[in-house]
């Protein structure tokens, strides 16, 4: 294989980034721009061993928890997304039996690099490790297009057509890349505000619940204040899970989309209270003589959604 200062193009996988021609520098700033660069590549290597030790204990936690319990601990005690989590976790089961090998090859790829080979075809993957062994400095963008010249050749080989270019012309996503990537921000930014919301429901329950304890009166119009965050919580669980959540009351919003029941999880009892909450007319026949039931029933679905 042809070392990379001598080839610009393999595979039609597009140019590769050759060396850097520090003769158009300064002398006297020169030494401390190679400093800098060899530091650089010294810390990617660093974020990306990071991220393979954060997929080892995301990967142990998924373990150890019950079903259904990890996304909400992720969300409770991390913030991250559920993507950016399984993308720590693929880079941990594909290279966590041979941890040196990100400081061996001293491969200089972008952390987003390296999570894009966790996932790729094993002959990409190796294919890449080939080439930053002998020198080149790859970019993301190089490292997709030799992934995706494996998965169509893949294709190809079980007599299926490849799969279309996910970037235009300007490097922007399209086709359904693009719709991945609307779909994901839009998710990882309302589930922070689901757990939230929930949490400040299960918080009105629970001063409730110590209310009734110490003997002390809980009114229905207290409770009845519930109802907007029901409401909001309700909609936002359908978004979010494209599934129809089980009870008789309606709900604000309309929809033109088929859902199909919500799946059973750690959210179904909670998404069906909030939802026979969700009207005022549902409310009230919730708290209708039975106070102390309702504040038990919506604790009890709403602390095994939130691990609490």
């Known amino acids: 294989m042809a070392k990379s200062a001598q080839r610009l193009a393999t595979m039609d996988r597009g140019a590769a980034v050759v060396g850097f021609d520090y003769d158009s520098v300064v002398p006297e700033r020169r030494r401390a721009l190679q400093d800098d660069a060899r530091e650089i590549r010294k810390r990617l290597i660093d974020a990306a061993a990071a991220l393979m030790d954060i997929g080892e204990r995301l990967h142990r936690a998924r373990e150890i928890l019950p079903h259904g319990a990890w996304l909400p601990w992720l969300v409770a005690e991390t913030g991250m997304s559920e993507q950016w989590a399984r993308d720590c976790v693929n880079l941990y089961l594909r290279f966590g039996d041979r941890p040196a090998i ?5 491969l200089a790829l972008s952390p987003t690099a390296i999570v894009r080979l966790a996932t790729a075809p094993v002959a990409a993957c190796e294919d890449v490790l080939d080439r930053a062994r002998e020198g080149e400095r790859l970019r993301v963008t190089d490292v997709e297009e030799v992934i995706k010249q494996h998965r169509n050749r893949e294709r190809a080989a079980k007599g299926k ?5 996910a970037y235009a012309d300007d490097g922007m996503p399209v086709g359904a890349d693009a719709l991945h990537i609307l779909a994901d921000r839009a998710r990882d ?3 922070p505000k689901v757990i939230a919301r929930a949490q400040s429901v299960l918080g009105v329950l629970e001063d409730a619940e110590q209310k009734l304890a110490d003997g002390k009166r809980v009114t229905q119009e207290g409770l009845k204040a519930l109802r907007p965050d029901a409401q909001w919580l309700t909609d936002a669980l359908e978004q979010l899970t ?3 959540v089980a009870g008789q009351a309606k709900i604000a919003h309309g929809t033109f989309l088929d859902r199909e029941p919500l799946d059973d999880g750690a959210w179904t009892d909670a998404a069906t209270f909030l939802r026979d909450i969700s009207s005022s ?3 009230t026949a919730a708290l209708s003589g039975r106070v102390p039931a309702f ?8 602390r095994k959604a939130l691990l609490r």
């Open 281 to 283: 007319d549902a409310i």
């Open 242 to 244: 494209q599934r129809r």
């Open 189 to 191: 930014g309302l589930i």
């Open 102 to 106: 990100l400081e061996e090859l001293n």
């Open 161 to 165: 057509e490849p799969v279309a270019r």
């Open 295 to 302: 504040v038990e029933q919506g604790t009890k679905a709403l």
